[in-house]
């Protein structure tokens, strides 16, 4: 790696339009002392249209460098990327994020307080996605689920187990990948991203738990902002999100059997002798209703419904309980598909 600068990588995957948009930000970022590289990694193995959407914003002095890959998942798109990465700082980001001037700035400041640290900016959705929300009734749910977990941190802006380091740093036990930097030593070290989870969900929890516990300061910074600019709008958009998010948390539970959070769905289907019985039982009995019959008829009542506009309170156990199937499916699948995995490397 090169001794200064940093090395921003972006995975992608068949989204050329918010590829487009992230990319059109970052060619409007302040470089810093060293500069920075943009690399994209596509994880279509060569799609046309995200070649263009990179040629489109290529500027003096900003030509973002392509790679591709066969579908292996964005983990392995961001190892990719981090295996041809040049500077000393490493900052993963995703393709639906808006970024601000000052933004690798913000980052690089933190790094130079706390060295060998791995620094997460806070995401708020973009005024167009918020807009595209708000004009469904599954949008709307969906906005207020996520205002309900934001809510959760109180107005403190702490969670359980946080504390801050000053006036906007506050150091944490889980970051995401949306918007992560650490030095590129941090991340050889760890051996980077674990590529075993489905559809890259959760791996980046992953490498936290595995930072954590190699004594790794993780710090969340709440004056770098960023814009999620991917609404979700529909019923069946968040049960596949959330069904392979499942099967990701069943893979986590158990490469970190001891320290990975696990929701009650999730230890129902994991395996182990501390599920109770009664647990493993109800697990069993919800399967009769993730069947596709069952799936399928649920998201078309609730379509039916959502054009009848029936108010948005009526739908709301509708929309919840049918996620909470596609839950369940997706952790018995987990539970049968990865139950040879051996534990990370590193945890052993």
Known sequence: MGDGGVSVLIPTYRRPDALAATLERWAAVDP???????????????????????????????????????????????????QNATRRLLLFCDDDILVEPTHLARHLATHADYPDSCVMGWRDFSPAAIAA??????GRYWLNIVKGWEARLGTSGLADGEHALDDVRILTDDLASYDLSMPASVFEALDGFDAAYPSGTLEDHDFSLRASAAGIRLIRQTNIRVLHDHPTTSLSTACRREEVRAEAAVVLARRHPTRAPQIEVVREHAGGSDVPLRMRL???????????????????????????????????????????????????????????????RSLL
């Not at 929300?133 to 599954?138: G, L, R």
């Open 32 to 82: 810093p002392p060293g500069g920075f590289e943009l690399i994209v990694v596509d994880d279509a193995g060569g799609d046309r249209a995200t070649a263009a959407a990179v040629a489109k914003v290529t500027r003096p002095g900003f030509a973002p460098l392509l790679l591709s890959q066969k579908h292996a998942g964005a983990a392995a798109a961001r190892n990719l990327g981090a």
């Open 133 to 138: 929300m708000k004009a469904t009734t599954f």
């Open 282 to 344: 109800r697990g069993n009995a919800r399967l009769v209703l993730t069947r596709d019959p069952i799936l399928a008829s649920a998201q078309a009542a609730a379509r039916l419904l959502e054009g009848l506009r029936v108010p948005d309170r009526w739908l709301a156990p509708l929309f919840r309980a049918t996620i909470a199937l596609h839950i369940t499916r997706g952790a018995r699948t987990a539970a049968r598909r990865f139950s040879q995995l051996s534990p990370h």
